[in-house]
């Protein structure tokens, strides 16, 4: 069978669209395979280690996505990140018509399957990724260790919880009301002034 | 039939466990007589709406649960309310050796099954209870309506993601950042001294 990178992408970016919408044991590779129109012994080519392997891999897709998006903000400031940060995940639920969440979140909600933690593992350490870059911001602009740490947790927790109410509420109006509070503390613990 | 609340109240208990453990896909009305020890033709005595009604029972169940916690801690004070939320969620953590977190956001993370919303709609519900719980802690305070609204919907999506984050990272670190920093945001808006 011929290698195809973008094939294997695109079962990738699919069991992540799956993950964040049912669940991380309502996704099967069987699933996949009709949901990204792959024969299956394609997608057991790719992913020989079955599930567990496309879960952490859709796990780390998604952390990627995220991370390359505060990357990209974050060097205009911590607001700016939060607020790009904020965005994104605005338009996963429009999209979706409040469908889909964070992958990241879904799969640290189930317990670890038979075959092993590897996907929660993925799914702290993409939450450790985008604290990192949170964090790293905020001490570039003034916070203190402590604080900084503790202000990114709450901005990824925080956001991760609001993304999940908004699809329950069919609303961004916890995403909104949340980003005010959270630009707040950043203000708070960089000493910056509201603008 | 005799009818037995106790009975019934066991198996919606159980039902939370699984949910909470486990996610709402893999959570099933023959799972849960097995897990409660219970005959199958009881639970569906109990409950003739089979998962569709445990769901919505097991989420009002949690929602209960957490809104009599805030009820019976915030008359101390919104700070007060606060950490003992942070302390109920802790010890659900802890308890269970990092399996199990809140069954309100198992819920709100995975589509509608085919039988309808009504788990989803009950789990915007219990967000929202704890959410006016606090805002009017909050307010009584001295917190502007605003103000009131947009913190304590933080501080229900701070801590609901700060579980997730916990249960994959196997420790209680991201509920101790979190609430730090969710305290100097209530004192923030209801303009209380740190103490």
Known sequence: MAESPQARERMVAGAADMIRRRGLNATS???????????????????????????VEAV???????????????????????RAFVDMWRKVVLDSDFQAGCPVLAVAVEDPADDGDAPQRA?????????????????????????????????????????????????????????????????AVTGAEAT
Chains 1, 2 share one sequence.
Request: with cysteine; glycine share 6%.
């Open 60 to 82: 780390q897709f998604a952390d990627a996505l995220a991370a390359r998006k505060l990357a990209k903000e974050l060097p205009a400031g911590p607001v700016n990140g939060l």
């Open 123 to 187: 799914a702290a350490t993409a939450f450790r990724n985008w604290t990192t870059l949170l964090a790293d911001s905020l001490r570039a602009h003034g916070a203190s260790d402590i604080d900084a740490e503790q202000t990114a947790t709450v901005i990824v927790a925080a956001i991760e919880g609001t993304v999940a109410m908004c699809r329950v509420e069919r609303s961004t109006r916890p995403l909104d009301q949340t980003v005010d509070k959270l630009e707040l503390l950043v203000r």
């Open 29 to 55: 590779v069987r699933e996949l395979a009709k949901h990204s129109n792959t024969p299956l012994g394609s997608t057991y080519h790719y992913f020989p280690g079955g599930k567990s392997q496309l879960a």
